[in-house]
């Protein structure tokens, strides 16, 4: 009978080993308990459910071992008792593990929780357009045969007049900046803005070309533009100024175009231009009043 009962016993122990094995398995899956880094104690709950089911499980079976070899009565029951013991006992320390790790995220959130509160959430609503030209007519004059058009472009605030291209059958439209001095007497006297049509469609306002309605808006130019000499440029403002604040003399209001002359902005975030067609006097913007595509 002693010797049925040895044999069972080892066997039973025998058995016990994927139980052990199985512990070891469950204590390091419970890593996954809590977010890295997570701030409070949920890390003794992690370290908790890591080492205490293993270990208990383990304790329990090392315990039964040492009291099968001490006793000499009948052991079959032992490594039976120890998992009973041992599981319940895992149960419970790994109970206690999770139970600190999901009060700690309760207090303090999980990493994701965080990240949200302190990164800059993106706008969720409409992003906006990026500027493109846009023109707005205030004056519809006409003349002959075609259709002449003075008004304001949006994104720029540049004054234009439009007239229709005959050498293209009139299908095409194309702008011309014009200064406020000029958009005020084309307002007031039809026949001046008849007379600078006819020029641009012969092809002497060239340099007053402004993009069809549509094309992408223009840029300021950086301080740290370079390559700039000859380019001509926008002014994006009527009454431009130096980088200091200065107002810019040598310029009519409003004007549309300057022909830049130097090669880089200069330290203080001025440019020397001049107005297109001609070699008078350079003077000095501050380089944001250019727009360039």
């Known amino acids: 009978m002693q010797v049925l009962d040895a044999v069972v016993t080892v066997l039973l122990f025998v058995v016990l080993l994927a139980w052990v094995w199985m512990s070891l398995a469950v204590g390091t899956s419970a890593v996954m308990l809590s977010d890295s880094g997570t701030p409070g104690v949920a890390w003794l709950g992690v ?24 006793t000499d009565g009948v ?67 006409d003349d002959g045969s075609l259709h002449l058009e003075v008004g304001v472009e949006q994104h720029t605030g540049r004054r234009y007049l439009r007239t229709p291209m005959p050498q293209r059958d009139g299908e095409y439209r194309e702008y011309f900046g ?3 001095a000029m958009y005020t007497t084309f307002g007031a006297e039809p026949d001046a803005a008849r007379r600078f049509a006819a ?28 390559r700039l000499a000859r380019k001509l440029v926008t002014v994006l403002t009527d009454r431009p100024t130096t ?18 002359v130097d090669d880089a902005v200069d330290e203080r975030g001025d440019v020397g231009v001049r107005l297109p067609g001609t070699t008078g006097e350079v003077v000095r913007i501050a380089a944001h009043h250019l727009g360039r595509g």
């Open 47 to 70: 370290a908790l459910a890591v080492v205490g089911v293993p270990a208990t499980v383990i304790a329990a079976y090392v315990t039964a071992v040492v009291l099968a070899l001490r």
């Open 75 to 141: 052991t079959f029951h032992l490594p039976l008792l120890a998992l009973v013991v041992g599981t319940l006992a895992a149960v419970v320390v790994y109970a206690l593990g999770l139970g600190i790790v999901v009060v700690n995220v309760r207090v303090f959130g999980t990493d994701e929780e965080r990240r949200r509160r302190t990164v800059p959430t993106e706008p969720t609503g409409p992003t906006a357009s990026p500027p493109t030209f846009t023109y707005t007519a205030s004056h519809r004059i």
């Open 243 to 260: 980088a200091d604040g200065a107002p810019v003399g040598g310029l009519p209001p409003g004007t549309p175009f300057v022909r830049i």
């Open 178 to 180: 014009i200064d406020i």
């Open 199 to 226: 020029q641009c469609r012969a092809g002497q306002h060239a340099d007053r070309w402004l993009p069809p309605a549509g094309f992408p808006g223009l840029t300021p130019i950086p301080r740290d533009g370079t």
